[in-house]
């Protein structure tokens, strides 16, 4: 089978090589992400692999289905960016559901010792021999109450490494399930948090959940995480939020409009994004370019279980991670209705 893999960055294609060769499937790697302009690419392949900033809309969805792409591989577990509801019917999506939820939720817990402790400072002080450590005063996590908002599979394993260290943890969850948790409204996660964690999915319903109207109900000093989706947090809301010192600091792996600048190099351009720029400049907001599922772990659950769900959809058999639009998931199809929605 052949696949045309989008949006392939160099840590991407050993994995997929090497998987591809065991699996029998001809990846054909593009640097170009997927979207109205570059979909001309998927024209004689079976498939189509992308990423998390891959525009999968309808008129790309049309284009590929026009061109008999049968299946549209998720090498991630988000899809917001795939019109399923325009698929259904057409084309096939699977995804990769977990591949390393250690790797995401370590990345959190890195991101706020580095913002507590001012490691990020530090690194640059000492790197200049500069060894005064005034400004550097941080605080002990110890005691402290941090809301985690999605206690799913990254949810939960944060939620364990925060207790590793001593910590209250508050939880809020559209449908809650997660044993020995304390879950509470989300108004009363804002208002007692010291720490907020946010790992929900982005869905319409979650699209700047934290907006405005959230800041203002959080503790002064409050610190945000978000290593989930960028539109769970509006940009602007929080920029105001730390100007006016109600947010004490952000560490954000992902940011509302990251399509068209993560993963890419703009240190010798002009990054035309008034408010990442501005973000950037805070000295108590941290920024890491959607790297929190980046480990060697990850890229290898990642490439193993895309080849496996294309190995398992061209056989024709029921491939377990296949999203439906009506249902959410092919196995619920298959376990509550006993037939495939699709
Ligand atoms: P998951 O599906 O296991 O858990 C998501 C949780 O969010 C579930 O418990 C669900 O009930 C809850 N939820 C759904 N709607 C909600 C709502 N409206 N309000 C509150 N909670 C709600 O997903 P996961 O594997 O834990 O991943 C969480 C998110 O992390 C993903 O949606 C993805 O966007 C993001 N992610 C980021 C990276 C990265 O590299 N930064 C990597 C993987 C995943």
């Known amino acids: 089978m052949k696949i045309a893999f989008f949006d392939a960055k160099e840590y991407d294609?050993?994995?997929?090589?090497?998987?591809?060769?065991?699996?029998?499937?001809?990846?054909?790697?593009?640097?170009?992400?997927?979207?109205?302009?570059?979909?001309?690419?998927?024209?004689?392949?079976?498939?189509?692999?992308?990423?998390?900033?891959?525009?999968?809309n309808a008129p790309v969805i049309d284009r590929l289905f026009g061109y008999g792409v049968r299946v549209i591989a998720l090498r991630c577990a988000g899809y917001n960016n795939v019109d399923l509801k325009h698929c259904f019917g057409k084309i096939h999506v699977v995804r990769v559901p977990a591949y390393s939820p250690y790797a995401v939720a370590e990345h959190t817990m890195a991101l706020l010792l580095?913002?507590?402790?001012?490691?990020?400072?530090?690194?640059?002080?000492?790197?200049?021999?500069?060894?005064?450590?005034?400004?550097?005063?941080g605080f002990d996590l110890h005691g402290k109450t941090v809301g985690?908002?999605?206690?799913?599979?990254?949810?939960?394993?944060?939620?364990?490494?925060?207790?590793?260290?001593?910590?209250?943890?508050l939880a809020y969850d559209k449908?809650?399930?997660?044993?020995?948790?304390?879950?509470?409204?989300?108004?009363?996660?804002?208002a007692e948090s010291d720490i907020i964690s946010l790992h929900c999915p982005l869905t319409e319903e979650t699209y700047h959940m934290i907006g405005r109207e959230a800041v203002d109900k959080c503790k002064k000093g409050v610190i945000l995480l978000n290593t989930s989706r960028g539109a769970l947090i509006d940009a602007e809301a929080l920029l105001e939020?730390?100007?006016r010192r109600k947010i004490g600091a952000a560490c954000l792996d992902v940011y509302?409009?990251?399509?068209?600048?993560?993963?890419?190099?703009?240190?010798g351009h002009i990054v035309e994004d008034d408010v990442l720029a501005r973000l950037i400049t805070m000295p108590n907001v941290i920024v890491t370019s959607h790297q929190a599922f980046l480990t060697e772990e990850a890229l290898d659950n990642i490439a193993a279980t895309t080849a496996e769900n294309l190995v398992t959809f061209f056989r024709g058999e029921i491939?377990?991670?296949?999203?439906?639009?009506?249902?959410?998931?092919?196995?619920?199809?298959m376990k509550e209705r006993r037939e495939k929605c699709f």
Request: hydrophobic share 35%; charged share 30%; with cysteine.
């Open 241 to 243: 939020g730390i100007k």
């Open 13 to 56: 294609i050993p994995p997929f090589e090497k998987y591809g060769k065991e699996r029998g499937i001809d990846f054909k790697f593009y640097e170009t992400k997927l979207n109205e302009d570059t979909v001309g690419l998927a024209e004689g392949f079976d498939g189509v692999c992308v990423f998390v900033n891959d525009r999968v």
């Open 319 to 333: 491939c377990e991670n296949e999203l439906c639009y009506r249902c959410g998931n092919i196995e619920t199809c």
């Open 175 to 190: 449908f809650p399930s997660a044993e020995g948790v304390e879950y509470v409204p989300l108004e009363r996660l804002l």
């Open 114 to 137: 580095t913002s507590v402790r001012r490691i990020h400072k530090a690194y640059i002080r000492t790197k200049d021999f500069n060894f005064s450590l005034n400004g550097l005063t």
């Open 148 to 169: 985690v908002i999605g206690t799913g599979k990254i949810g939960r394993i944060f939620i364990g490494i925060c207790k590793g260290f001593g910590m209250r943890i």
């Open 256 to 267: 509302e409009e990251e399509s068209d600048l993560f993963f890419r190099d703009f240190s």
